[in-house]
């Protein structure tokens, strides 16, 4: 056997080397087969999936593949004009107002090049600047530091945009208070320097401005109140104020539920004004009438008609959370506790949604075209999301017409019929006008009690021989409107106001 392997120990090298090779090419053979078989797999899963794709109208066909990328263009651009109506108007002017900052001494870069002061880092010098502040008096002289020596440009920048900046806003802006209502546009908390007199003077300015609209509109109001708005804030402690007890939180929210009224008030008081209609492009659009505009008009050759169909009341409006503050409040904090609650908005997905409600008066007309006014805001970058109308009689002119006609017979009963007083404010549900009508009969009763049913029924019979003898159109009744005799109305409105997150971009 040795002798045979010495041999031919070539042959056996030769045949061992053929084996390895042969073995390794079984095996190369059987991983080629299965990617193979897993390639064959593919490719009967990728025609089935081209022919569901082929099946579909439009097909991926390379004729379509434009047209697809065409639609998909649009409704990108649909989607971000969609979007920018939930970002305030407000904050491309805070935008514009750190972009035009210079800085004295700007940072630079390792190859000396200035680094371009961005939102983010303007907003993170802020942070610092107010964090490292000990107290009001020393935070206040940071914040002017920070201000006229850090930026060289600030005053002139602040005086330029003031009054793009009013444009926007019903509050009564300054070159002091600007600059943070357009931070707090970017993300930097109003804290009003954190001190209860500084929100309480907002808030009284902020009403004042407001009341000062509606009575020059010739609102039907009787003097400054402040519970028309939801606050009530002491003239000279600031009680509310100060039970709010996190300024950091508490404060911007506060100021930024007054900016919401200040925006519902403006409209509704372009909506008291006399309306002129006027057809452009076969579309009905709302004006408020001024002289200015009625000449435009005029000039343009455009036909336009005015009506006295308007809001002419205002009777208040607040959160609708702290209208039931006990159900929206489970802390046991009171009334002050469901405000609180209701100031900081919903967060809803990438919304801040504030839930509110109004009530004002006026005639059905004026009242649909507030409600107009609120669907339009989006052109303004204001999103108003309306719930629910209640509509209630603001008269009821049939009662009137019952007293009216018992003091013109002259059935007095021994007492003088009362002079006709406004009814309690009425819903749809029947109550009041039930409580009303009890109240009356019991009244009558009372009277009746006192003199003798026979003198009463003389008195009623006489009243009807003399009423006979008269002409038909001389009897009393004749020609009363018993039903529709009044267009006044009273509304209550819940509506939502919804605003985007700010995200630096």
Known sequence: MNRFVRNNLLLITVIGGSCVVALGLLIFSVIRYVE??????????IQQEVKKLASKNPSPHVSNKEPILANTRIFEKATADLEANFRPAMLAVAEKF?????????????????????????????????????????????????????????????SALLP????FTTEPLTAETLPEVLMSYIGIPRVMGEQPDNMVKYMKNYQSALVKKLTSTKFNTEGVRIDWFGFDPDPTSGQIAVRFNNPAEQYPQIARVWDIYGDVIDRMVKCSRKIAYTSKEGKKMIIPHTPDEAAK???????????????????????????????ANNSGEGDNGGLRNAIAGNDEGPFKVYRMRITVGGTMEGIRTFIRAFDEACKDKRVYVVKSVALYAERDGAQEIFR??????????????????PPARRGRGGRGRGRAVMEEQHEETQVQSKVDPAVIAEMRRQQEEANKKLNFYERIGYGDVLIGDDKTCKAVIDFDYYELKYEAK
């Open 36 to 45: 193979m078989t897993d390639c064959m797999d593919q490719i009967k899963n």
């Open 297 to 327: 008009l005029k000039d343009h050759h455009v036909k336009f008609t005015e009506y006295d169909d308007r809001i002419e009341t205002f009777y208040g409006i607040g959160l609708r959370a702290a209208l039931a503050p006990l159900a």
């Open 164 to 167: 793009e900046a009013q444009k």
């Open 98 to 158: 750190v972009k035009s900052l210079q800085e004295s001494k700007p940072q630079k870069d390792e190859d000396g090049k200035i680094i371009p002061l961005t939102i983010e880092s303007f907003r993170n010098a802020y942070d610092e600047m107010w964090r490292n502040g000990k107290g009001y008096v020393d935070k206040m002289y940071r914040y002017k530091v920070f201000c006229e020596d850090r930026f060289k440009n600030w005053n002139s920048v602040v």
């Open 404 to 421: 009216s006609r018992n003091e013109q017979a002259g059935i007095t009963t021994g007492k003088e019929v009362k002079k006709s007083e």
